[in-house]
């Protein structure tokens, strides 16, 4: 690409986004020789890993797995120094990853793309973005991010406020000393759980306001060990395979016992195995817990008895436990001293569903009950996940219909990659898709390459391009609903379901199928000559 300022550019693919997906799918590309470039809003690369950089913030799938599998001299050569690492030891590989494949040439910083129209006679995309850029493209790519537009506090007279507020998502760069402060932490979801240990340790008084309880494992975070990493690396393409073929991207330790068939101290046994390992598995304790009410309910109880082993006031170990959905539906959280935190003399926990946030006053917020003075307010109110940063795109496809139009009534893809209508458009991790319920790194690789062998089909088959036929996509959007309500997901108002952002419709978006059985499917499609697509 062009390093000049040049702002009218023809490109043979734009890739919105610098994250993991941007940059893999920028060196496949390159790799088929295009010319490609990659267009991300924010400072640097790393998309979410740039910008959470919350206290605590870290991954929750294990670092030898939560990583590119691309390259064997990367995946031999770098050193990972936790079990889960840290934000910034991420954010530091995914630059390395820049560096070492040479791929920042080809990456506009600090540039949102603002729009995308097809022209149906050049079957070509016209890309422009908020600093004048005008690109035809032949290819767009959509490497947005499932969880990258915020959900941005909409609390009446938020601007009244004298101290400071925070957005995890949006968190600055300098880092934030809370000493000495009184502290407000609005939201207990995944990003919640990670900080508010570490903000506790810091802050004078931390209020926790809860509307929602999540269940959340111990992580058992640790240095790597050495042994392991050893073994990992010496059979690392092994290691990768099982993972590709798995059910969420990396291999868990399956049991094919339903919780209900086995006795109840064997039952608590392998719970509390789980437990003390640590980490996602738990929810694979049992085959039946995100399929059977009964099942779930004993792990739910087991949860139960955790909380109020660790929380020593039982009125807060309560309110801390969940019972308004299945456990596992919403997202479940990996934590390092999250509940034994609500010991701690300087931490209240603030049930929003008794008193909910009636506003946000000049010096804190008011509920229903009182008021609480605050220096600072973070908000971890997550994201408009999976479909956000797609729609705020103004994206236009044939006849000049917007994806906001298609999506009015929830999204609809075929296979989370490609839309009908919208002709040589890819999403990757699209709603469809595993994406969110995987470890996305595998589900970015894979639709990644999905996406480069397909377009060196269609240049070397000259081809211009493919496009989703409309039968195929609704059939794939019964098909991941129909698997979805299989499962007790759809049971919570969770962010999977939109249920988080008022007026989203609500619809199971991920395919919760498998990792593996889903890149089947793509293959299969694939080996069909592109069935379900018409390329012209
Ligand atoms: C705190 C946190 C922890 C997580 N931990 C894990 C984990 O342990 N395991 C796991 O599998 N997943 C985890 N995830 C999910 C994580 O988002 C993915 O694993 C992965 O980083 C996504 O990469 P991506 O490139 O698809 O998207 P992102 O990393 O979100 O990157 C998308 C980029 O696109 C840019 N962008 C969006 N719209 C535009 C536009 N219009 N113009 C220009 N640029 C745009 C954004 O600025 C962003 O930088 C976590 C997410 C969060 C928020």
């Known amino acids: 690409m062009p390093t000049t300022d040049e702002k009218k550019l023809t490109l043979d693919a734009v890739i919105v986004g610098a994250g993991f997906a941007g940059l893999y799918m920028l060196y496949r590309l390159r790799g088929l020789g295009l010319s490609a470039g990659v267009f991300e809003a924010g400072k640097g690369v790393g998309g979410t890993w740039y910008w959470n950089r919350y206290p605590g913030a870290r991954c929750d799938v294990e670092s030898m797995d939560y990583s590119y599998s691309f390259s064997d001299e990367l995946q031999q050569e770098w050193r990972w120094t936790e079990r889960y690492s840290a934000q910034p030891e991420i954010l530091k590989y995914i630059n390395h990853v820049a560096d070492r494949f040479d791929l920042r040439r080809d990456i506009t910083l600090e540039t949102r793309v603002t729009s995308a129209v097809f022209d149906e006679a050049a079957s070509r995309w016209t890309v422009r973005t908020d600093r004048g850029h005008d690109i035809s493209a032949q290819f767009c790519i959509m490497a947005t991010g499932c969880l990258s537009s915020t959900q ?8 009244s406020f004298t101290g400071k507020w925070y957005h995890t998502g949006r968190w600055p760069h300098e880092g934030v000393d809370f000493t000495g402060q009184r502290v407000g932490v609005i939201g207990t979801g995944s990003s919640a759980i990670q900080s508010i240990p570490i903000i506790a340790a810091q802050a004078k008084r931390l209020f926790v306001f809860q509307r929602t309880p999540n269940y959340s494992v111990p992580a058992h975070n640790a240095p790597l060990d050495p042994e392991y990493e050893k073994i990992v690396k010496a059979n690392y393409a092994e290691f990768r395979r099982q993972a590709r073929e798995s059910r969420v991207g990396f291999v868990m330790e399956k049991n094919d016992a339903s919780a209900l068939e086995v006795a109840p101290d064997v039952r608590a046994r392998e719970y509390e195995t789980r437990w003390k390992r640590g980490g996602l598995g738990f929810s694979s304790t049992f085959n039946d817990i995100l399929f059977n009410q009964a099942a779930n309910q004993t792990a ?16 807060v170990a309560d309110t801390l436990t969940p019972k308004t959905y299945p456990l596992g539906t919403k997202r479940l959280c990996v934590d390092t001293n999250y509940y034994a935190t609500f010991n701690r003399d300087n931490v209240t926990l603030v049930d929003l569903r008794k008193t909910p946030i009636e506003r946000i006053t000049p010096d804190g917020l008011r509920t229903s009950k009182q008021d609480y003075q605050l220096d600072s307010i973070v908000f971890a109110i997550g994201f408009d996940a999976m479909t956000g940063a797609l729609l705020a795109v103004d994206i236009r496809g044939r006849g000049g219909r917007t994806l906001r139009d298609k999506w009015a009534e929830g999204p609809k893809t075929y296979l989370g990659l490609s839309m009908a209508g919208f002709p040589n458009l890819f999403t990757i991790t699209g709603p469809g898709s595993p994406s969110v319920l995987s470890n996305m790194i595998v589900s970015i690789e894979q639709h990644a390459d999905w996406i480069a062998d397909c377009i060196d089909y269609l240049r070397t088959n000259g081809r211009r391009s493919i496009e989703a036929m409309a039968d195929a996509e609704n059939e794939w959007v019964q098909h991941v609903n129909d698997v979805g309500h299989m499962t007790l997901y759809p049971q919570a108002n ?6 988080n952002i008022p007026g989203k419709p609500r619809i199971f978006m991920p395919y919760i199928g498998g990792v593996g059985v889903y890149r089947q499917r793509c293959d299969e499609v694939t080996a069909k000559g592109y069935e379900g697509f018409t390329l012209a």
Not at 300 to 315: C, H, L, M, Q, T
């Open 152 to 159: 941005e506090p909409k609390f009446e007279r938020l601007e």
């Open 300 to 315: 739910a109880d087991f949860f139960g008895a955790k909380i109020r082993s660790i929380v020593r006031d039982p009125v």
């Open 494 to 499: 969770s962010w999977y379901m939109g249920a």
